[in-house]
Nanobody
Framework: QVQLVESGGGLVQAGGSLKLSCAASGRTISSYTMGWFRQAPGAEREFVAAVSWSGSATSSANSVKGRFTISRDNAANTVYLHLNSLKPEDTAVYYC??????????????????WGQGTQVTVSS
């Protein structure tokens, strides 16, 4: 079992930045593809970004390309999501997730096995 705990969310003005962290415990995540998803009120959970087990490959949603960057530190058992140039439409609960599927990087919710509880990101205009 993998336990995931997100942190780093908060309230930020449009154009600002945040860094989300996802700390894993229970097992090493070095063999897992790690992803970030988000869910706004009344909306489906949607893919944001993911990184392969080695960190050599990433995938991100078109809506965040060029603004959000995913990275991982396997030695620290932690995954990060750097959010830049934030917009009000980025407001959502952000979830970290892990899957044993490697490549191609999965972008679908049901393909992820483990989930964190989420961290709220609110962007004011």
């Amino acid at each position: 079992q993998v336990q995931l705990v997100e942190s780093g969310g908060g309230l930020v003005q449009a154009g600002g930045s945040l860094k989300l962290s996802c700390a894993a415990s229970g097992r090493t995540i070095s063999s897992y593809t790690m992803g970030w998803f988000r869910q706004a009120p009344g909306a489906e959970r949607e893919f944001v970004a993911a990184v392969s087990w080695s960190g050599s490959a990433t995938s991100s949603a078109n809506s965040v390309k060029g603004r959000f960057t995913i990275s991982r530190d396997n030695a620290a058992n932690t995954v990060y999501l750097h959010l830049n140039s934030l917009k009000p439409e980025d407001t959502a609960v952000y979830y970290c997730a892990a899957t044993s599927i490697t490549l191609p990087i999965p972008t679908i919710v049901v393909l992820y096995d483990y989930w964190g509880q989420g961290t709220q990101v609110t962007v004011s205009s």
